[in-house]
């Protein structure tokens, strides 16, 4: 870790040691410097990135699930669903399209209800249930 920030050294030759963050590679006295000489960049992995890697951060899109409880396959299930969300909105954000939040938050909440049947608690994502049979028929 340097400055905070995760990266890997390598020993390039003797002596001498190479910063690798991310795409970036860069003599390790150069990278302590922020020095942007002599930097290179991997740009045939960046192009083999999904879109979700050209999106900032900030700008990634996000859900408001903090407060739900899910058991880990749950979690896991979401996690997935999310992901391919957010991958689909940064597609529409790389082709310079506005993304359609409302039409994939209909196809996450929609496949969650598939994914996720069969819960029990109260702070499942699904709307309000039919009642059943037996409600039905009470006076």
Same mark, same amino acid.
Do not use: W
């Given at each position: 870790?340097?400055?905070?920030?995760?990266?890997?050294?390598?020993?390039?030759?003797?002596?001498? /040691?190479?910063? *690798?963050?991310?795409?970036? @590679?860069?003599? %390790? =006295? !150069?990278?302590?410097?922020?020095?942007?000489?002599?930097?290179?960049?991997?740009?045939?992995?960046?192009?083999?990135?999904?879109? /979700?890697?050209? *999106?900032?951060?900030?700008? @990634?899109?996000? %859900? =408001? !699930?903090?407060?739900?409880?899910?058991?880990?396959?749950?979690?896991?299930?979401?996690?997935?669903?999310?992901?391919?969300?957010?991958?689909?909105?940064?597609?529409?954000?790389?082709?310079?399209?506005?993304?359609?939040?409302?039409?994939?938050?209909?196809?996450?909440?929609?496949?969650?209800?598939?994914?996720?049947?069969?819960?029990?608690?109260?702070?499942?994502?699904?709307?309000?249930?039919?009642?059943?049979?037996?409600?039905?028929?009470?006076?």
């Amino acid at each position: 870790e340097i400055n905070g920030k995760q990266v890997d050294v390598e020993l390039q030759q003797p002596g001498h /040691l190479v910063v *690798v963050d991310g795409p970036m @590679r860069q003599p %390790f =006295d !150069d990278y302590l410097e922020m020095n942007e000489c002599n930097v290179e960049y991997d740009t045939h992995t960046i192009e083999k990135m999904s879109a /979700l890697h050209h *999106v900032p951060k900030e700008r @990634r899109m996000t %859900f =408001d !699930d903090s407060h739900k409880k899910y058991t880990r396959l749950e979690a896991m299930k979401v996690a997935k669903e999310q992901a391919s969300i957010r991958e689909k909105a940064a597609d529409y954000s790389r082709d310079g399209k506005k993304v359609p939040d409302d039409d994939l938050m209909r196809v996450y909440n929609k496949a969650l209800r598939q994914k996720l049947r069969g819960r029990a608690r109260d702070d499942s994502p699904r709307g309000p249930r039919a009642p059943r049979e037996a409600e039905r028929h009470e006076p």
